[in-house]
């Protein structure tokens, strides 16, 4: 413990102002935590939970290459001893301790859901509903990953591929949590839609209460109007996306909206899609004039601008 301690303090010291506001306020979520509301928290003598848990934090917030460039970086010789390098590197593997990460995400969403403000309070047709933003990361593979079948310029080679996982964040309170990690078994680089279809109900839901529908908004890559209509159907899930470049959009029925309230302002056109294949999809055309672009987004959710 002390060799973490040390590790830890000059880590910090070296890197950010311990005692500013800022620094506090960022990592209170989580120092706040502990055995009380943890159940996976374990005393661990070598290296705290407490401590490995704010190391990890800090470990993402450099731009380092490795674990070991981690340590490398912020330990002296005989605090990287005291440490021991192994015992470190072997807590990463450790089946508790991955579970404790997903428990302190957990917990730390449901406390920024009961203290945040709503952010959407003022959209009175997003009452019913709990709103999420989607999205996948992809992050440069670790140097010991292993290399898999591929190919560069038409010509079969072995390579490592990038790492991916897919986050949602809750568009009322800004919590943020990890919804799955991308397939690196079946899959190069596996589809957003074909990772989406992988997760359980509950997670798309995060908790939503039963009578409350769920709103996902994500970009092109989540866009599966047989799926939608699955999630909507069975669950209350909807989605809400751009309109792909090689979609028909040019024949719409028109619906009636709202002209004069504030929350459709940039609102051009809001009617049924009639080219595809789906009779019941929506299409919004909008003009943001601040950046003089103009969106379309379809969706399943029968109005927000209507009268």
């Known amino acids: 413990m002390l060799g973490w301690n040390f590790f830890y303090v000059n880590h910090i010291k070296n890197t950010t102002a311990t005692d500013s506001p800022l620094h506090n306020a960022f990592l209170a979520p989580l120092t706040g935590l502990g055995p009380g509301e943890l159940s996976h928290w374990r005393e661990c003598p070598s290296l705290g939970d407490g401590d490995w848990l704010l190391g990890g934090v800090h470990r993402v917030l450099h731009k380092l290459q490795s674990g070991r460039d981690y340590l490398q970086s912020f330990c002296s010789a005989e605090q990287e001893e005291e440490l021991k390098c192994g015992h470190y590197f072997e807590t990463l593997k450790s089946e508790r301790r991955l579970a404790l990460v997903a428990e302190a995400g957990r917990a730390i969403v449901e406390r920024m859901c009961?203290?945040?403000?709503?952010?959407?309070?003022?959209?009175?047709?997003?009452?019913?509903?709990?709103?999420?933003?989607?999205?996948?990361?992809?992050?440069?593979?670790?140097?010991?990953?292993?290399?898999?079948p591929g190919q560069s310029g038409g010509q079969p080679v072995e390579k490592?591929?990038?790492?991916g996982h897919l986050y949602g964040i809750n568009l009322r309170t800004r919590a943020l949590g990890h919804l799955i990690h991308c397939d690196e078994i079946a899959r190069r680089k596996e589809h957003d839609m074909?990772?989406?279809?992988?997760?359980?109900?509950?997670?798309?839901?995060?908790?939503?209460?039963?009578?409350?529908?769920?709103?996902?908004?994500?970009?092109?890559?989540?866009?599966?109007?047989?799926?939608?209509?699955?999630?909507?159907?069975?669950?209350?899930?909807?989605f809400l996306s751009r309109a792909k470049e090689n979609?028909?959009?040019?024949?719409?029925?028109?619906?009636?909206w709202d002209r004069d309230d504030p929350l459709n302002a940039g609102v051009e056109e809001d009617g049924i899609l009639l080219g595809g294949q789906d009779p019941t999809m929506r299409l919004v055309t909008h003009h943001d004039v601040s950046r003089g672009d103009i969106d379309q987004v379809v969706t399943r959710i029968k109005a927000f601008y209507t009268n």
């Open 114 to 148: 009961q203290r945040m403000p709503d952010a959407l309070a003022a959209v009175g047709a997003l009452d019913g509903f709990e709103v999420f933003a989607g999205d996948g990361h992809w992050h440069e593979h670790a140097c010991h990953d292993q290399s898999k």
């Open 247 to 256: 979609m028909n959009t040019e024949e719409v029925a028109p619906m009636d």
């Open 160 to 163: 490592k591929y990038a790492v």
């Open 194 to 238: 074909r990772a989406l279809k992988r997760l359980e109900v509950r997670v798309l839901r995060q908790g939503a209460a039963k009578a409350r529908k769920v709103l996902w908004v994500y970009d092109r890559a989540g866009i599966d109007f047989l799926q939608w209509y699955k999630w909507k159907k069975g669950s209350g899930i909807y």
